[in-house]
């Protein structure tokens, strides 16, 4: 176990530089467009994430679903039913890919640290207790209700209503900004959930890391219905919850 943990503090390191790598500006191909915003739609952001990462964990499959590395509260991992699997460090996610074989009890995963190669797993009879099993190593995870890496709405945050909803550029980044503070962010290599205030051009995030509150900023713009980020030109899209 401390081996394994020590790999995981490994990667929260390499995962650092990823959070707000863009996608190349192609603005030119982004057919401009004059949205519609119903910005009561996104009041709620805990609920609209909570659902969107509920349509990943749903299935006959036990094993679907977050899972809290026991004793520490700020690890868990996503086993997901697109034969995705995700490490969770607090509020961020590393992606790795996933196979489950319910017929022989095993789960391989491809982590470059942490989770790598195929374990054998044992679900207690009321399948809130997961163990996995490699080796001589042993890995207990408790299942987790909520998504835990949702962060708690700040009071009174202060955002600009234009830049509300899903954004995505043309290679598949994507952004999602609620009413009440809370931000999303899929940059392929890592998901993260966020606390933000957006005025005057700037982005003011938190996110927690290892236990620690991390601020950075993002610079902003938005015009013709089209959302710049750090220079990357990003069109609105909605997402069916």
Known sequence: MKRFLAAVLMLTVALTGLIFTGCEDKSNNI???????????????TEILQSYFDSFVEGDCPVYGTWKIKGFDYLSFIFRNDNLAQLAMDSEGDFATLDIDEK???????????LSGEYNYELSDND?????TQGDSRVIMEMQKNHNFIPKAPKKPKIDKDIL????????????FGKDG???????????CYTYNAQNGKID?????????????????????????????????????
């Open 31 to 45: 057919k401009e467009t004059e949205p519609t915003v119903d910005i009561q739609s996104f009041s709620d952001s």
């Open 104 to 114: 022989n009890k095993t789960l391989e995963t491809s982590f470059f640290i942490g």
């Open 128 to 132: 809130k207790t997961l163990t996995l």
């Open 165 to 176: 909803g899903w954004w995505k550029c043309k290679d598949g980044l994507i952004y999602y």
């Open 182 to 192: 809370i931000m999303y962010s899929n940059l392929i290599s890592s998901e993260t």
């Open 205 to 241: 995030v938190v996110y927690k890391y290892g236990g620690e509150d991390i601020q950075t900023d993002l610079e902003y713009s938005y015009k013709n219905g089209k959302l710049k980020i750090n220079g990357n030109t990003y069109k609105r899209f909605q997402i069916d919850n």
